[in-house]
């Protein structure tokens, strides 16, 4: 197993220039996560999903958006950059099932963009 | 609105000490409390879940502990060594809610 697999690991971006940054995982957990990390942060939930077809907002979702087709990818796209998404960004999926006590997260390894 | 705070933000020790890190939160209904390491530039590593209905897990020279009336889980490492060095990251899964809520985290380095 892959795990989460996140493209691309770095991206450097123009103001207003859009583009979509893609996660896959190969473990057919049900729920996905979107977050961005900024410098001496914590990581704060852009966009999440419970399952194909459904998703719903985070804390920080304006200038953000998302789409879950399928049980293993979660793309999240960036419509109009800017310098305030600047950021490291990191996908994760967990199995959510009856009970949910054992609900274990995995990340993926982040996308680092930077818009100038 | 549930909160999550790790205590200290950074910690500096020399190899071979024992130390804890902590993490606490403000609302004791969650399902569980997972700690995380974070390697500079990287992602983050599941370190420990533990179950709201556990009182601590091990793995090698690491026991989390949780107690869930008090809002407090505390991370417990045996024998640091400079390969600890990382960010440490404790998260909680609320129960009303289908999201995982993180700390700032704690810094720590660990060095010969």
């Known amino acids: 197993n892959a795990g989460v697999t996140q493209t691309p690991k770095f991206r450097i971006l123009k103001i207003g220039q859009s583009m979509t940054l893609q996660c896959t995982q190969d473990?057919?957990?049900?729920?996905m996560y979107w977050y961005r990390q900024d410098p001496g942060m914590g990581l704060k939930l852009i966009y999440y999903?419970?399952?194909?077809?459904?998703?719903d907002k985070g804390e920080v979702p304006n200038g953000y958006n998302v789409s879950r087709s399928t049980t293993e990818d979660f793309p999240l796209r960036l419509e109009l950059a800017a310098p305030s998404q600047t950021s490291v960004y990191f996908c994760a999926s967990s199995y959510d099932g009856v009970g949910r006590m054992n609900t274990e997260a995995f990340f993926g390894q982040g996308t680092r963009l930077t818009v100038v | 609105k549930q909160e999550v705070t790790q205590i200290p933000a950074a910690l500096s020790v020399p190899e071979g000490e024992n130390l804890v890190l902590n993490c606490s939160f403000t609302?004791?209904?969650?399902?569980?409390l997972q700690w995380f390491r974070q390697d500079p530039g990287k992602g983050l590593t599941s370190l420990l879940l533990i179950q709201s209905s556990q009182r601590e897990q091990t793995s090698g020279r690491l026991n989390a502990s949780l107690d869930k009336s008090s809002g407090r889980s505390t991370l417990y490492i045996a024998a640091s060594q400079p390969g600890d060095s990382a960010t440490y990251l404790c998260?909680?899964?609320?129960?009303?809610?289908?999201?995982?809520?993180f700390g700032t985290g704690t810094r720590l380095q660990v060095f010969p």
């Open positions: 609302d004791s209904a969650i399902y569980n």
């Open positions: 473990m057919n957990h049900n729920y």
């Open positions: 998260a909680v899964r609320p129960r009303n809610t289908d999201k995982l809520i």
């Open positions: 999903s419970v399952g194909a077809g459904i998703t």
